[in-house]
């Protein structure tokens, strides 16, 4: 089954640590994003890529990282400098005509 | 630079009766338009997309959109909800030369 594919689908971590988030896909698109997603606040841009190995910071960067080794992978690590990190995570590649997102299915992090 | 508003951040509907969601854009070059349903702790779906040509789009699950440019709006509508429509509803405008921007989305109920 194609898609964009999200691993784990729930993540605990204490504070402190850092943790990565995974996000494949197999549906050749370019571009990829990760959105953060929290109560009332809609869905905001942390980093997009739209080639390998490049990649841009979003609205709300401060705290995380990313890499795109490869044109099927962009995984999030969420860093100890990230404030506040509680949040459902969301990753998606962009059709190249239309810039139409495909999603995963998320990733909620909680911070213990 | 593009802008997108929902202007109801909450609906609630009684089941059986037509809704509306309304969303606004602002651009100054064409768009393309979309709206997404997300259920509850998972990923953004695609319900219907803009692209060209007739203004009213059908979507999935009963939706349709109709495109207004003169009054930049792309508002979604059922005739006739069911409980199973209960989830948050977000439009999106992108010029596909820029990334794609999100409103911060509706919350629809649906009252038995």
């Known amino acids: 089954d194609g898609g964009i594919t999200q691993s784990p689908k729930y993540l605990f971590r204490k504070e402190g640590q850092n943790v990565t988030l995974s996000c494949e896909q197999n549906l050749n698109h370019d571009a990829m994003y990760w959105y953060r997603q929290d109560p009332g606040q809609g869905l905001r841009l942390i980093y997009y890529s739209q080639i390998v190995n490049d990649f841009q910071k979003g609205d709300i960067a401060e705290g995380y990282s990313v890499s795109r080794e490869k044109k099927e992978s962009f995984p999030l690590t969420v860093t100890s400098a990230q404030k506040n990190p509680t949040a459902f995570y969301l990753c998606?590649?962009?059709?190249?005509?239309?810039?139409?997102?495909?999603f995963g299915e998320g990733s909620r992090l909680t911070v213990l | 630079a593009q802008s997108v508003t929902q202007l109801d951040s909450q609906v609630p509907v009684f089941e059986e009766a037509p809704v509306e969601l309304r969303c606004n854009y602002s651009s100054s070059v064409s768009v393309y338009l979309f709206w997404y349903v997300q259920y509850p702790n998972q990923g953004l779906q695609l319900l219907l997309k803009y692209l060209s040509g007739s203004t009213l789009v059908k979507g999935i699950n009963g939706f349709e959109a109709e495109f207004n440019k003169s009054q930049t709006s792309f508002h979604l509508r059922k005739p006739s909800v069911h409980i199973s429509d209960t989830a948050e509803y977000f439009c999106a405008v992108t010029n596909r030369d820029d990334k794609i921007i999100f409103g911060k989305g509706t919350r629809l109920h649906i009252l038995p």
């Open positions: 998606a590649g962009a059709a190249a005509n239309t810039g139409e997102l495909f």
